[in-house]
């Protein structure tokens, strides 16, 4: 390991094997700390944080504080942090609310300068989350998701798997999975097909989801309709499937 001289390290927290910890850097009790992993100067880990192997933290990143919701007070709760993840100067990753629970953030993420992340946030694999985006708690993101600047994302939303959001949305409602949005207010703008081309998806599956697109957003279906007939009459690809899920258990209701 190598530990800069003016770091701070909690007795009971554990360092992995080569780990690295820059100048002036504070990290507090009940912190694990995977092999590989750097921590740049100036980061704050709180507390009750786990962050995994070869991970890097940019200067001045704050991780594992208390969650900045009204009904915490005290309680015990963790920020869990994947494998290979980067997050870079700024950043602000809060711990969960309830008892027990906890923030989590998967394997090979990118969070970019000052993003936000509440508490109780549920983000998946390979997500690009870019400078500034702002969530409110109990938000989640699917998997290969890709969040650009400045965009603010509403408490309890879920934005499904290969979507993507342009800069500066505000996002109020569920994002459906594969497919473009942006806009204050945000509205849909087509399927990813560049992305979901770029991500290895067949022809089959982005025409199958293009179908899939038509009949639920841009046809006079209401979702029930929709529904009916995208089961009906589409072939029931995984990823068919999975849009079709995603829309019948929206909380929120999706954003149109």
Known sequence: ???????????????????????????????????????GPHVYIYKNTTIGRDCRIWKSASLGTDSQDLKFHGQTTYLVIGDRTMIREFATLSRATTEGAATRVGDDCFLMAYTHVAHDCVLGNNIIVSNAVNMAGHVTIGNHATISGLTCIHQFVQIGMYSFIGGGSRVPKDVPPFVMAVGNPIMLNGLNSVGLQRKGFSEEVRQELKRAYKIFFRSQYNISQALEKARSELKQLPEIKLFNDFIAHSERGVIV
């Open 1 to 39: 390991m190598a530990i800069h001289s003016t770091a701070v390290i909690d007795d009971a927290a554990e360092l992995g094997k080569d780990v690295e910890v820059g100048p002036y850097t504070v990290i507090g009790p009940d912190v694990r700390i995977g092999a590989g992993t750097v921590i």
